[in-house]
């Protein structure tokens, strides 16, 4: 078992920058996958960035050259660097941990955090 706490949510305008931050609990002598997801109400949630156990990262399309996801293995830290944002980034974010090597399906995470909240105004 593994639990997941998500920070750095906030209100920016577009073109500004957040960092979000997941810290790990629990179990973390075990290597996970990992990952960020988002959803906005009455959608699906959708994958946003994932990082496997030995570091390779996927981007969906939308995010590619503005968001980067990093680990910090000692300190049993996900982050997600969010450049350049824009109002259509607005959502729930959620981080994800897997037991697989690589992870990028929903259903390939068995472990979620709570979620923090960006909002990105025009």
């Known amino acids: 078992q593994v639990q997941l706490v998500e920070s750095g949510g906030g209100s920016v305008q577009a073109g500004g920058s957040l960092r979000l931050s997941c810290v790990a609990s629990g179990n973390t002598k075990r290597s996970y996958c990992m990952g960020w997801f988002r959803q906005v109400p009455g959608k699906e949630r959708e994958a946003v960035a994932s990082?496997?156990?030995?570091?390779?990262?996927s981007y969906r399309d939308s995010v590619k050259d503005r968001f980067t996801i990093s680990r910090d293995n000692p300190k049993n830290t996900l982050y997600l660097q969010m450049n350049d944002l824009k109002p259509e980034d607005t959502a729930m974010y959620y981080c994800a941990a897997g037991l697989n090597w690589a992870c990028w399906r929903g259903d390939e995470f068995g472990y979620w955090g709570q979620g923090t909240q960006v909002a990105v105004s025009s």
């Open positions: 990082i496997s156990r030995d570091a390779i990262t």
